[in-house]
């Protein structure tokens, strides 16, 4: 039903900043929730940001207060905003909506974008 689209990755110096994008295609009938994950080599996949119905925000505490979720309702896109950068931070990037059509509830994934944060 939904298809997303990641772009805006690459590679980062320490300190640098970094935004990913993540346009959506398809039709829906509402949004339960939206939000970004990463995983790294050897490590659990990590829920980094979200955005709940009614627009609740929620951070993981490695990239509170660096990153930002936000959202273009006209274009259908989602972004992180990635700030003060760590080598920590490196990973791959998969955007997530989480939504209703009129039957059925779905979970749509970008293809993931690699971030790698090095000097």
């Known amino acids: 039903q939904v298809q997303l689209v990641e772009s805006g990755g690459g590679l980062v110096q320490p300190g640098g900043s970094l935004r990913l994008s993540c346009a959506a295609s398809?039709?829906?009938?509402?949004?339960?929730?939206m939000g970004w994950y990463r995983q790294a080599p050897g490590k659990e996949r990590e829920l980094v940001a979200s955005i709940t119905s009614g627009g609740r925000i929620n951070y993981s505490d490695s990239v509170k207060g660096r990153f930002t979720i936000s959202r273009d309702n006209v274009n259908n896109t989602m972004y992180l905003q990635m700030n003060s950068l760590k080598p920590e931070d490196t990973a791959v990037y998969y955007c997530?909506?989480?939504?209703?059509?009129?039957?059925?509830?779905?979970?749509?994934w970008g293809q993931g974008t690699q971030v790698t944060v090095s000097s």
């Open positions: 398809g039709s829906m009938f509402s949004i339960n929730a």
């Open positions: 997530t909506l989480d939504y209703y059509t009129s039957y059925a509830r779905w979970t749509a």
